[in-house]
């Protein structure tokens, strides 16, 4: 099963195996095999998270970050659906609590099957995937998701109890960003140093590290383009400032103004859920002023230096060229 | 830590012990220290879940059943915690997609905190209880545990798909009870069953087998109490015709109805989701006409002999007795 074998007859074929499209198409069907059920709505809502899909970016940065540490292909594809089905959980219980009727330019699947239907699904969905997770009898997998898990819903009730206030802290927003997305991305560090059978200390693990730092930089950069190029997201822009979610930008700006813009700043973010379109251009002409896109700018690219040194030191050269590769694609999006 | 010791010296204390307020006392106390968190609504959260509380059945079934096979009490009354938080996240959930507003004559979640909350809230109980289920280490545990939460959510699932059917089929109805209700009963069966450290085909043991008997037992005489006794739950009648949920009531009333009568019947069900007070009478003549009551009181009366005959053969006497004098009491509620 070992893709990156040194020997030349198997070369061609497992280059193929190991191609981006190859491993979500492998992913997509091994979603579609956990969740298999005789209901009529579990079919559907299966059909929507294997088609809605995203960019299976949790379960690809499982799967190369264990392939630059040999580990077989099998394993990783389910643990990586694993990780895709509790993140598709977490979208669809978070679609019905926010009434969002469009994610990511699709309309959500509370809009196509309804809210019952979702927070129903999701749950399915969740304790479906914990019955195949248990099946794999290992515990220290069971660790590492009940932890995610844990954590995943925590940080859900902490950014709601921190919606629509203007001032939160810093700090917050950061353990927010650390359980919502950074959490299942550790978590895939995590798994891989179990499955290269070093259990002792998982979570601090350079693998588990590696996870957490690309895990953040992947929401703050989210964040970033949400203010400064919603378009190459398929999203409007401003919807964390449209939906009460103060952001690294926001609060950069909020701790930088002076008296006068900061009671500007805040009439608009008072204003803009009123839906009053001017508010818009007052934020980013704000951002403009004191330099915030170039701020969060020179601090992503600061992640990403620290996350190209860790991915350097991975042991397997043609895995960490390809994680590289999407790497870099990712930040080609952002410095285009 | 075992009861029913022989030793005279500690008979006061012990009896003490195993009252059940005091199991349910204890219960409160366990299922307040696993959801132990520092968000506010966490906080509240958990006083809802214990503070409500309802009968505490499932934790006292499992207490029970356990002490009644010299079980320590401590790791039953953890399990029985367990048992009770997936119950509470399940009804959370359930409360938010029925927009249900008196569950059992108190105000719900739902109401109480708001419908994201509840979501979010229901997450969070569920996966901090599997975070501390998993803490305990037995593979076997958990494996009931996300068979029971799958078997859960999938019966929902099946209900909701079912619901406002006037035909929905005897077998299908069966299914529901047994993966919403009896489902958790048979898990305290088989818990009982692993902690008795004979693990092999804890599913099919005598134990398994009463929790599900016991449960089914529960549910059916839930829905019984709805049409011919409501005011002993503290709940309005008719509540599963008036939510377009076909029982064993009015699955035995349209299959024993003629032509005529099955017309009217269906005309009721129609009507009574239109707010129709007079449709609630019509059922309940036909229900009379037909000596439904009747025919579902037998039914239960079965279900009791074949569970009571199932206790009698329970090893330790006084477990047992407290197990049957609890059952009893149910009884009484039923039989006044």
Redesign the interface.
Known sequence: MLVFSRNANHEGETKKLDFPQRVIAQTNKKIDAILR?D????RNLSKYVVKSGGKRIRPLFLYYLGRAHHLPANDLIALGALLEIVHAASLL?DD??DHADVRRGKPTAARLFG???V???G??L???G??Y??SL?N?HY??VF??A??A???A???Q??YQGNFATPLKIHARIVDGKTAVLFRAAGALVKILSNTQADFYHSKEAQLGELFGRYFQHRDDFLDYFDAKSLKKKGLQDFKNGIATRPLIFLRENANPHDRKILTNAWKNIQKGNVQSEAIVLSLMQKYAIEEKCRELLRKDEEEILDLLATLPEPKARGVLIHEFEKILAVRTK
Chains 1, 2 share one sequence.
């Open positions: 059920g209901l009529k709505i579990l219980h019905v609590v809210n019952k239907e927070v129903l699904g749950d399915h969740l304790s479906t914990l019955k997770l248990n009898k515990t069971m660790t009940t932890d898990i844990c995943l819903t925590e859900e009730l902490l709601m109890e």
